[in-house]
């Protein structure tokens, strides 16, 4: 549980005062990476031993499994049922994003619970947005959501959710100022102080150019790939049929086009799973599944800088995740358009079923 000993060393800087940003902890040196008011969240995290720590991270993490398969379930339409939300948290566990998450200590299930249970409220319900805006404050990539609502229109929810970031950003501003100046003028930034974006291990649209290309630093190379994947990736999730569609366009496209997703980031295949089962495409999410149990990227000689030099035909295997999603994106772009758009939740009264890391830690 790397990230997990991250979280509390985060907590300890918040309690004593410490350089927030100029840590390492653990034998591979990781640093804090998250905005100041995640800091602030993890203070818990310091008043339990270490061992009871990662205990309730596992079982914490466990639980919101369950969660995200539920609302899953409600995301897909069907009827949420403890039998079914059981079965399918077994099975997830073996999904290699959901097994990493918990193999790390990371927040990755949490995160996506906040911003799935917000986005499939009712239309209308207060405070809509709220959680959103927390989760962006927490980690910066789930902000695409915001751009998603004000693309199709819900602007009073967009507002919401910006607000509630921008209160985050105050709060951390008013308990950690020095930490808040460092981070949001310079560290927000610092890409590579995340990690190494060419491994294997960063399961995005640059670390898939950088792969290929052997370049460590593609430049232009993914900037423009990545922007005009960003345009697609909204522009297909303001006018999906359906709101299901339009969250999982706009969550793939947020992996896709933020410089490190790492593969525990996908924890979206659970609702991606759900969706496609749910409207009876069963060989395509037999081969979703597949992709995220195989861990072909593990698979490959990936220690020093072999990740560069990868022959052609490992490539595919070193990139199963944003392939996975640009072929889904493409499919979406070339199918036949849609007949109406209904950004909507489900009726109301109904109950809807709308060594670490491969023996090798983030960069």
């Known amino acids: 549980m790397a990230d997990a000993l991250v979280y509390r060393a985060e907590g300890e800087a918040v309690l004593h005062g ?178 190494k974006g060419w491994i294997v291990d960063n399961q995005s649209l640059l670390g898939l150019i950088a792969r290929a290309t052997g370049d460590p630093a593609p430049g232009p190379a993914w900037a423009l790939p990545a922007a005009a994947v960003a345009v697609a990736g909204l522009w297909a999730a303001a006018r999906a049929p359906r709101e299901r569609h339009g969250i999982l366009l706009a969550a793939g496209t947020a992996l896709l086009v933020s410089p490190v997703s790492w593969s525990h980031h996908w924890v979206w295949c659970v609702p991606l799973t759900a969706v496609l089962l749910a409207e009876g495409r069963t060989r395509l999410a037999a081969l979703t599944v597949a992709v995220f149990t195989a861990r072909t990227m593990w698979l490959l000689p990936h220690e020093g800088d072999l990740d560069l030099r990868l022959p052609w035909w490992q490539q595919p295997l070193a990139a199963p995740y944003p392939l996975l999603g640009l072929a889904l994106l493409v499919l979406v772009l070339t199918g036949p358009a849609p007949r109406t758009v209904l950004n909507v939740a489900p009726r109301p009264g109904a109950v809807p079923l709308s060594s670490p890391r491969g023996a090798r830690p983030r960069r």
Do not use: H
């Open 18 to 195: 410490g350089d927030l940003y100029g840590f390492t902890v653990t034998e591979w040196r990781l640093p804090a990476t998250y905005p100041p008011f995640a800091a602030v969240l993890f203070v818990p995290t310091t008043w339990i031993p270490v061992p009871a720590m990662k205990a309730t991270f596992l079982a914490g993490n466990a639980l919101l499994l369950a969660g995200l398969v539920a609302l899953s379930v409600r995301l897909a339409g069907r009827t949420v049922r403890l039998p079914v939300v059981c079965t399918a948290t077994a099975l997830a566990l073996w999904l290699e994003p959901v097994f990493q998450t918990v193999l790390f200590g990371q927040i990755n299930l949490a995160l996506a619970c906040l911003v799935l249970w917000d986005l499939t409220r009712p239309p209308g319900a207060r405070g809509r947005g709220l959680a959103l805006g927390v989760a962006a404050g927490i980690k910066l990539t789930p902000a695409i959501f915001v751009g998603y609502l004000l693309l199709t229109g819900r602007r009073r929810e967009a507002a919401t959710a910006t607000a509630a970031f921008a209160g985050t950003v105050a709060l951390g501003t008013v308990l950690l100022p020095a930490a808040s100046v460092d981070f949001w003028t310079g560290r927000i930034f610092e890409t590579g102080r995340v990690g």
